[in-house]
């Protein structure tokens, strides 16, 4: 499988928790973005990576948000003292940069806080 | 004003009718312009891309962009249900500083009927 890999696919955990999901980008994409989607909305952008380094945070992603690409491969996203506000399907994607760039993403990991 | 705006819809289209979905955009310096198809409960998947105005078909898919306008549609011929799904409009704002990240909009919900 050569696509955008995510995982888990679901997590429930309880309020205060801390959580971590983990995302394994196309091979050759040196790009790599997490988004939120909450339900009947679009996916919203929380940051982005280009090999190694996080260029962008949304102000959407509080400190209680933390994500890392440790040697530019696979990245995770922490979630600490998780609220019921954080449930959500947490997307990634991936891309190659450029003017022409095209986002591939995930499956997705649905988190819901209880 | 949001970045990207769609009528979310429901949007109903008899079988076999051409299906008209509708985006319009803020930033005037977009340069690329997409349309992915998501399932409900599945992550989004890229079906159409443009970049110039005019008219780009794609199978039964046709992406049109006006710039001058801020429009961006997708038609889609010989509507089936395997087609129905929510349709998420989504660009890529003026280079700023180096970042660049796709906006979505809402997303319209599609429905076609047998």
């Known amino acids: 499988d050569t696509g955008v890999s995510q995982d888990p696919r679901h997590k429930i955990t309880k309020r205060g928790q801390n959580v971590t999901f983990r995302c394994d980008p196309i091979?050759?994409?040196?790009?790599l973005y997490w988004y939120r989607q909450t339900l009947g909305q679009g996916p919203e952008f929380l940051t982005y990576?280009?090999?190694?380094?996080?260029?962008?945070k949304s102000r959407l992603l509080s400190d209680r948000f933390s994500a890392e690409r440790p040697k530019g491969s696979f990245s995770t996203l922490e979630i600490q003292r998780t609220e019921q506000g954080d449930s959500a399907m947490y997307l990634c994607?991936?891309?190659?940069?450029?003017?022409?760039?095209?986002?591939?993403f995930g499956s997705g990991t649905q988190l819901s806080v209880l | 004003q949001k970045e990207v705006e769609q009528n979310s819809g429901p949007l109903s289209v008899p079988e076999g009718a051409i299906a008209s979905l509708n985006c319009t955009y803020s930033?005037?310096?977009?340069?690329?312009f997409f349309w992915y198809r998501q399932y409900s409960g599945k992550s989004p998947e890229l079906i159409m891309f443009?970049?110039?105005?005019g008219d780009k078909e794609d199978g039964r898919f046709t992406a049109q962009l006006n710039k001058a306008s801020q429009y961006v549609s997708l038609l889609i011929r010989d509507s089936q249900p395997s087609d129905s799904a929510t349709y998420l409009c989504?660009?890529?704002?003026?280079?700023?500083?180096?970042?660049?990240?796709?906006?979505f909009g809402q997303g319209t919900r599609l429905t076609i009927n047998p």
């Open positions: 994607a991936s891309s190659i940069p450029g003017i022409r760039e095209k986002l591939f």
């Open positions: 091979s050759e994409h040196n790009r």
């Open positions: 990576f280009q090999n190694e380094a996080q260029l962008e």
């Open positions: 930033d005037r310096g977009s340069q690329s």
């Open positions: 443009i970049y110039s105005n």
């Open positions: 989504a660009v890529i704002p003026a280079l700023i500083q180096g970042a660049q990240k796709l906006v």
